[in-house]
């Protein structure tokens, strides 16, 4: 394909994403035709192919050089040559694509082609908000055109599936994963999940800008017991169909092509050998006809756990209970073909899995064309497109969430005349790509400070000290973050730049290497001596504008009480300095609202708007005997769905459309809100519901529906919604999905604190 016409396709598609694009759920994997074409090449393989295509490497050596002479590489190299190997991950970019995938298929007997996956988390080359900062956009189009981009370059760079989305619910934020995911609430979580679904995967798969998608992590694994990555984890089956299920439902349903195992056990037996979550659900009570990949190396680990007392029994455990692909652990390529000949494992287990790779690589489009996605133009074209960059900063800005604004100290007057920016984040341009950016450039953010001084006005001056670094040795995701503790050489600058300036705009929070797997921390606070140089500057100047870059809640408590206005930016991506300043500047009214709660003390966690009430849950005489804190609030600093704005607005006039409805009827509830302040704003209009008595404890709130709607100053507009039996259905005391009668709460407002109330009747 020319080069130009490729080009005038890619600003075409840019121009689309910009507008309200959703697109609609893959076709079906299953297909007739297909099926009979997989079963007669069931019929030619041999064992050792079938367990080949259930079998996937890292590359580890140079895909377009000669062959590896290293004992290993040399075994992955062979072992590509001979069928072994049905999938690689890690091996990025067309050349290395188009080589590896030549490997199989000019040596091969039967000449399958190989699927590649890697781990497109939140952008290819172009990075977007890290996925916890994307949901706080609450913007479900938005969302869906990022992972649309996303799958555009990585498809023009050779890839066919991508290790996302992550959708796990999270409650603790000191789980360093906690960045990957959509917070903390199953029906935010689950739309979320299927616009990832719908932009990676588009309506047609074999389409030259889709990629499968892969949920994971199947599941539990944002419930690891005291926020450790790869822990335990130990939750009711209550809990897991309620509170973690839900978002791996809707990416099915919305068609994912794969799930991923998640690390952890749950209840005592590891969720790669757990045939309960694979079998009885997932491929059972939901039909999924797609695969199951292990994640690194965890078929191997169930040794670990003490599941399995050698790879043999647990690659035997992995395939009995519903894992289709081995991935890294070499369980089942050195083990199962003999566990088939013993009798161990039926064939027709095998069978099985491999039909359901086959599948996916007949989605893909990879029996039709092996090299699909190995077009040298497109690459050069697409990836790292500029084009795309306008995206990028548009679902930046969409994602900040003003945290607070006192005294209207923002927007920042254009009268000021000079601006101290400062501290270790400022100028930094690898920290806002975050953790798990794929192949983004290093460096190659634009940083707040170039967002500021880009934003300024001619007459405002801007001056820059960091005060302090935030590590004392370079970054480094292979290993332990070390944290400046003792370094404050860059203190008496900074502290001179705040007095002789208007404002301070102050840029805190965590380095990218502190954020993400494996990245757990028991400490939540602002690390090294981010606070001390606060303080110091706070001291000389109380106007202080603190911008938070995070993947994780923090705990914040000074600077909630000191500081007057906090903007929460998280990790927002490659157009992140432009994003902040244009709601720094006023150039885009900040809409954001929080999709996980940010806890007062880490004492707090895990935390969640969505808790069950105890026997005691409160004492109206004062007395101690009610389960609450004797140092802290029970209540979050923020809590789930919240967020300010530059106007201000009013809820009024909650009403329903009758006092009981029936489960075939619908109950509508409409309220009015206006904006009651000076500039035109968006505002997120939150509905939850409370089930005030069930078969089993429920929430004392569940987010059941929301709408974004834009007001100019004065106008007020009638918002409805339409709640249904199925809104109210949950999994109770009788083992099945389903809403119980009795008497109900809803609540409409701006966060789950802030809400008008009424009950009415489900019959």
Known sequence: MPRLFVLLRVFAACAALSTATVFAAAAPLVEPATEQKITALLGQMTLEEKVGQLTQDSSSFDLTGPAPKDAKPRDRYERIRRGAVGSMLNVCGVAAVREAQRLALENSRLKIPMIFGYDVIHGYRTCFPVPLGEAASWNLTAIEATAHIAAMEAAASGLNWTFAPMVDIARDARWGRVMEGAGEDPYLGGLIAAARVRGFQGADL?????????????????????????????????????????????????????????????????ATANAHILRDILKGEWGFNGFVVSDWQSIGELRAHGVARDLAAAAQLAITAGSDMDMEARAYGDHLVGLVHSGVVPEALVDDAVRRVLRVKFAVGLFEDPFRHCDLAREKAV????????????????????????????????????????????????????????????????????????????????????????????????????????????????????????????????????????????????????????????????????????GRPLTIPWVADHVPAIVEAWHLGSEAGHGIADVLFGRYNPSGRLPISFPRAVGQVPIYYNHKSTGRPLDPEGKVFWSHYTDVANEPQYPFGFGLSYTTFAYSDLRLGASTFSAGGSLPVAVTVTNTGKVAGTETVQLYVRDLVGSVTRPVKELKGFRQITLQPGEAREVTFTLTAADLAFYTARGVWEAEPGEFQVFVGASSRDAKSAEFVLR
């Open 206 to 270: 074999k389409a030259p800008d889709a990629i499968a998608a892969c949920a994971k992590h199947f599941a539990g694994y944002g419930f690891a017991e005291a926020g450790r990555d790869y822990n335990v984890v130990d939750i009711s089956e209550q809990t897991l169909r309620n509170v973690v299920l839900p978002p791996f439902k809707a990416a099915v349903d919305a068609g994912a092509a794969t799930l991923m195992n998640s690390f952890n056990e749950i209840g005592g037996l590891p």
């Open 383 to 550: 990836v790292g497109n500029p084009a795309f960059l306008a995206t990028a900063r548009d679902v930046a800005r969409k994602s900040i969430v003003l945290l607070k604004n006192d005294g209207g100290l923002l927007p920042l007057s254009p009268a000021l005349k000079k601006i101290a920016v400062i501290g270790p984040l400022a100028a930094d341009k690898e920290t806002p790509l975050g953790g798990w950016r794929g192949q983004a450039l290093p460096d190659s953010a634009v940083s707040l400070l170039e967002g500021v001084k880009a934003a300024a006005g001619p007459a405002t001056k801007i001056v820059y000290a960091e005060g302090a670094k935030l590590l004392s040795q370079p970054r480094d995701f292979a290993h332990e973050t070390v944290l400046n503790t003792t370094d404050r050489s860059g203190f008496p600058a900074a502290v001179a730049a705040a007095r002789s300036s208007d404002l301070v705009i102050m840029a805190v929070g965590e380095d990218a290497v502190q954020t993400g797997e494996a990245r757990s921390q028991a400490d939540i606070g602002l690390k090294g001596l981010q606070e001390e140089l606060l303080h110091a500057v706070y001291a000389v100047n109380k106007r202080v504008v603190v911008v938070l870059m995070n």
